[in-house]
């Protein structure tokens, strides 16, 4: 099992990733979940955080190449700000669910990963403008008009930030639990990043499997 004494979390993306603004929504938002049937959740009493491999270590049990990919970095030893109220959000689910924290062979570990993307939104708007024509003379005139209709197209860009929790069985080594939710970055959710990550990731585990069951964690 992956030594997790330091419990970093793998971050994935921008900072701007993690502002989702999902409670301010006019309608309630609800997460996209998949999670293993055949798991017995309620077998679970411990979790920790995922820990990804240093890359130099990856590199050495790689013998045919030695080699590690430039965007391939080792973990940072430091932890951000997001990091913090992305754990504490997550810590305050998972005891929510009545699991222990642990550094040491914990059943569980707890991933996060977050990504920003920008997309563009087009709309189809109507036009009308008049053609005319006409002729003047020195005792007569005349003048007539024909309209023209058409659509005009309006492109807007914004920001979409995505963020997946994924719970992972330690011993087995596989994902028995998925958690994902994306919505559009606003300016409220940047000015307080902590209440929004936690509105995130409440929204996230409200769908998590003890919740659904009588006598649960």
Not at 15 to 44: E, G, I, K, M
Not at 103 to 121: A, C
Not at 177 to 202: C, F, H, Y
Request: aromatic share 10%; glycine share 6%; charged share 20%.
């Amino acid at each position: 099992m992956a030594n997790i004494n330091n419990t970093l979390v793998r971050v994935c993306g921008t900072a701007l990733t993690v502002l989702l603004a999902l409670s301010a929504c006019s309608s309630p938002r609800q997460a996209t979940v998949d999670f293993d049937r055949n798991v017995n959740f309620q077998q679970y009493q411990t979790y920790g955080f995922y820990q990804a491999e240093p890359a130099a270590q990856r590199a050495a049990t790689e013998p045919l190449t030695g080699e590690v990919a430039a965007d391939d970095a080792d973990v940072k030893a430091y932890t951000t700000l997001l990091d913090q109220h992305f754990r504490t959000a997550i810590r305050a689910e998972m005891a929510a669910l009545g699991y222990q924290y642990s550094e040491q062979n914990p059943n569980l570990l707890v991933n996060y990963m977050s990504n920003v993307e920008t997309r563009t939104d087009v709309r189809s708007s109507p036009f009308s403008v008049n053609a005319g024509f006409g002729h003047y003379g020195r005792n007569s005139s005349f003048m007539f008009g024909v309209p023209l209709f058409g659509n005009q197209l309006e492109k807007k860009d914004y920001k979409v930030g995505t963020v997946t929790i994924d719970v992972v069985d330690a011993s087995a080594k596989r994902v028995v639990w998925q958690g994902l939710l994306e919505g559009r970055l606003t300016s409220k959710a940047m000015a307080n990043p902590q209440q929004a990550i936690s509105d995130t990731v409440q929204l996230i585990y409200q769908s998590y499997p003890t919740r659904l069951v009588t006598g649960s964690k």
